[in-house]
């Protein structure tokens, strides 16, 4: 079947790393998302690695793909309060269904 | 500015009206979605429209009536809604309708008194 699984809450201080996991059952997966949800808005995408890739580095957004476990992962370095949202992890399946996880809600505290 | 405008941005409404969210996509895609976000569930698929044609249509009651006049405009009309119909509605937008990123409003929140 088609599942998403995340952790639903992670809680950090302000300029430590924070880590967001995700795993997904679909091996055929071409591309994977994570998007950010801030309170009271709509989702923005932040980033999105095919599955080729093993890692795709943005400015403080690392993603890291582990094809064998099905396991994607979301790095933000020096996190800030600004990055306090619900991250959502997607996978783009081959038959072209777009797949959300639950969202892990980030809290970063001063 | 995200490329995908929707309103209105709140909504409250009694079981009996019918009113409609209105969604605008300014990036030139081919496909429009309407998702729906409750609290503590995975997005929902409500349905899926590729150059104004319905392309999927994921078993959503009939109270909810989509329309596609164009590919730039996706509405969605509401009539007699449930409590339990109270989400966040998105709209989204894609290059086309199969493989390609998606690209989401900010969503009208929708409440049923």
């Known amino acids: 079947g088609e599942d998403v699984e995340q952790s639903l809450f992670l809680s950090v201080r302000e300029g430590d790393s924070s880590v967001i996991n995700c795993t997904y059952t679909?091996?055929?997966?071409?591309?994977l998302y994570w998007y950010k949800q801030e309170p009271g808005a709509g989702l923005q995408l932040l980033t999105y690695?095919?599955?080729?890739?093993d890692m795709k580095q943005d400015q403080r957004l690392t993603v890291l793909l582990n094809k064998k476990d099905k396991h994607l992962s979301l790095r933000i370095a020096d996190t800030q309060t600004g990055d306090s949202a619900i991250y959502f992890c997607?996978?783009?399946?081959?038959?072209?269904?777009?797949?959300f996880g639950q969202g892990t809600e980030l809290s970063v505290k001063p | 500015e995200t490329g995908v405008t929707q309103t209105p941005r709140h909504l409250v409404m009694g079981m009996t009206n019918k009113k409609s969210l209105k969604c605008e996509q300014h990036?030139?895609?081919?496909?429009m979605y309407w998702y729906k976000q409750s609290a503590k569930k995975p997005l929902e698929l409500m349905f899926v429209?590729?150059?104004?044609?319905?392309?999927e249509n994921n078993s959503v009651p009939s109270r909810f009536s989509p329309e596609c006049p164009n590919s730039s405009h996706l509405f969605l009309h509401l009539h007699t809604l449930q409590p339990e119909d109270s989400a966040l509605y998105l709209c989204?937008?894609?290059?086309?309708?199969?493989?390609?990123?998606?690209?989401f409003g900010e969503g009208s929140w929708l409440t049923v008194v």
């Open positions: 989204a937008s894609s290059p086309r309708a199969s493989g390609n990123t998606i690209y």
């Open positions: 679909d091996s055929s997966s071409t591309y």
């Open positions: 690695i095919f599955s080729n890739m």
């Open positions: 997607a996978e783009y399946n081959q038959g072209g269904k777009l797949i």
């Open positions: 990036l030139g895609h081919n496909a």
């Open positions: 429209y590729s150059l104004e044609e319905r392309v």
